[in-house]
């Protein structure tokens, strides 16, 4: 009898220790659990305690863009069929070249007997094209300007996109830059290699034309409004990703949207701040747009009715 009251008290106590330990463990994982003590239910654990312990670790106090390429509310319903010999004509943002030209296939390869007509001067161009009613649907990589808003135009967010620093791939200078230094060799501050680490070498600034979209978010990103200027800066005549590529060489700095330049075998992109354009703290982040002028036509709802579909998704997930 004194063998079995000495006992119990035992198990009670290895119940309660082991209940305590399973506990701990699990609000050291960050896990929501719930267990029995004395015939009461605990829950130990914090759900938020690993994303509190992800942003009290990390260097960056920057929010996380997201990488999914989910697009907004689709401004108009997923079209279930488009009338054979309808016409759609886009203009504008030479980033979202690629893209668009990856959803004239889809949607015409859906809708038969449609055509898509895609052609890619610039977001400015593109846009002015849409206001006199030249085009169904510009392609920019900007945010509409109070002017062009008050013209009747409305965006629809596609894509989320990041504006990578460019060198040639033999470019001797081969670290990060800093946002500061970015920012001054760009407004001309910073004229030498020598002056952020590289080589004794004047740098040659290749700048895109003002139509550019990318021109654009660039002063906004980069340069908090400044133009592009100093000794060394070379002006596109056109708003073109290749041609700034090929202008490069060994003492060239460009910048362009990051999808364009990622799998180039001539460039590098440069970090900023320790940070490479594929990861999600990267400092240059904007948002791919698709711009309508209210009343939409018939060839605008149809298109931008169907990027809202799983077929155009899985388009934009490529």
């Known amino acids: 009898m004194t063998q079995k009251n000495n006992t119990l008290p035992l198990i009670l106590a290895l119940l309660v220790t082991g209940g305590i330990l399973g506990g701990g463990f ?14 009461v239910d605990v829950s130990i654990g914090d759900s938020d305690a690993q994303d509190r312990n992800n942003s009290d670790s990390g260097s960056s106090s920057a ?3 997201p990488s999914s390429s989910t697009p907004t509310a689709a401004p108009f319903p997923v079209p279930t069929e488009v009338a ?17 030209a990856a959803l004239k296939e889809s949607f015409e390869s859906k809708f038969t007997g449609t055509r898509v007509e895609i052609a890619a001067q610039g977001s400015s161009k593109g846009i002015e094209a849409l206001i006199a009613g030249n085009v169904d649907v510009a392609a920019s990589s900007r945010p ?3 002017d062009e808003t008050a013209a009747g135009l409305k965006t629809f967010g596609v894509k989320p996109d990041q504006i990578a620093l460019v060198v040639g791939k033999d470019n001797a200078f081969k670290q990060s830059l800093t946002s500061q230094q970015a920012a001054d060799i760009f407004t001309g501050k910073i004229t030498n290699w020598s002056e952020v680490g590289g080589p004794d070498a004047p740098i040659r600034v290749i700048n895109r034309p003002a139509v550019s979209g990318t021109y654009s978010s660039f002063k906004e990103l980069v340069l908090s409004g400044q133009d592009v200027t100093g000794p060394g800066v070379t002006t596109l005549e056109r708003d073109e990703t290749t041609g700034m590529l090929q202008k490069l060489g060994t003492d060239g700095i460009g910048y362009a949207t990051y999808s364009q330049v990622a799998n180039q075998g001539t460039v590098r992109t440069l970090p900023i701040d320790n940070v490479f354009p594929d990861q999600p703290n990267y400092a240059y982040q904007r948002q791919l747009l698709y711009v309508y002028k209210e009343p939409a036509s018939e060839g605008a709802k149809a298109f931008l009715g169907f990027v809202g579909s799983p077929d155009a998704q899985a388009v934009l997930d490529q």
């Open 26 to 39: 699990w609000l050291l994982t960050g896990q929501k659990r719930s267990f029995e003590i004395n015939g």
């Open 63 to 65: 929010p996380e863009t």
């Open 84 to 100: 054979s010999g309808t016409q759609i004509f886009i203009d504008g943002s030479t980033s979202m070249a690629q893209l668009n």
């Open 144 to 146: 509409l300007k109070p």
